[in-house]
């Protein structure tokens, strides 16, 4: 296995789950990037999981990732991934993953897609990656067997630390428009908002001119309610 997906593996190892408390900013420059991300399943396409973590990894001005400068993401809440306390720089994502079936999977990213769509985080500030949607795809039998026999081992060993089992998956679509990414924060304002990072996220808000989220009520037929 190569050093550096080594290396990501022992960090999604170490982050467990996405629960850990918010981490406050040790800085005024350090910003918060968010994410969302689906995995359709290879089987039955129309279900599938929501990633509750991802890591990204820093950008050198020629696009060339910097040695050592990866983050995990240990915070999700709203549907939204949340990278926080990142120094200002230009960022792409390397891979996502989600916890199914007693273990976490973990679905990497095609380098010149996440580089290609690479965002710049500008001191003190939050930035969207985007809302992936990625399809599922079965990988070749010999491989779905050795991943099917980690899972079969850890539900034998459920007291051992849960393994990261890759999950192959292509890259259906990218949604970055202002409306998700309005949708991005006001997750991160509910999920934040005892945290400094609220600063963050409605400077972001009022930048961007994103409308408060319309109330609905009802189960069956929603109705817009008025806000008063």
């Known amino acids: 296995m190569p050093m550096r997906a080594l290396t990501v593996v022992v960090l999604l190892s170490l982050c467990g789950c996405a629960g850990l408390p918010a981490r406050e900013p040790t800085a005024m420059s350090h910003g918060m990037l968010s994410v969302r991300a689906r995995v359709r399943g290879a089987v039955i396409p129309f279900i599938g999981d929501e990633a509750d973590s991802a890591v ?3 950008l050198g001005p020629n696009g060339e990732p910097l040695p050592g400068k990866e983050a995990v993401a240990g915070l999700s809440g709203g549907g939204f991934v949340y990278f926080l306390d990142l120094p200002p720089g230009r960022y792409a994502l390397i ?10 999977y973990r679905v990497n990213i095609p380098p ?4 290609k769509e690479a965002v ?7 930035a969207f990656l985007g809302t992936l949607s990625l399809d599922g795809r079965l990988p070749d039998f010999d491989v779905a067997v050795e991943r099917a026999l980690a899972v079969i081992g850890h539900l034998l060993t459920p007291w051992m630390r849960r393994p990261i089992v890759a999950r192959d998956a292509d890259l259906r679509g990218l949604n970055r428009d202002a409306q998700e990414e309005a949708r991005a924060l006001h997750a991160a304002r509910r999920v934040l908002g005892a945290t400094q990072w609220k600063r963050v ?4 808000r ?3 001119g994103a409308p408060e989220p319309v109330a609905m009520k009802g189960l069956v037929r929603p109705k817009q309610m008025t806000l008063k």
């Open 56 to 58: 990204v990894e820093q």
């Open 120 to 126: 710049d985080l500008r001191p003190g500030a939050a």
């Open 95 to 104: 891979s996502v993953s989600f916890r199914a079936r007693g273990v976490r």
């Open 201 to 204: 996220v409605e400077a972001r």
């Open 112 to 115: 010149a897609s996440g580089r």
């Open 206 to 208: 009022r930048e961007m």
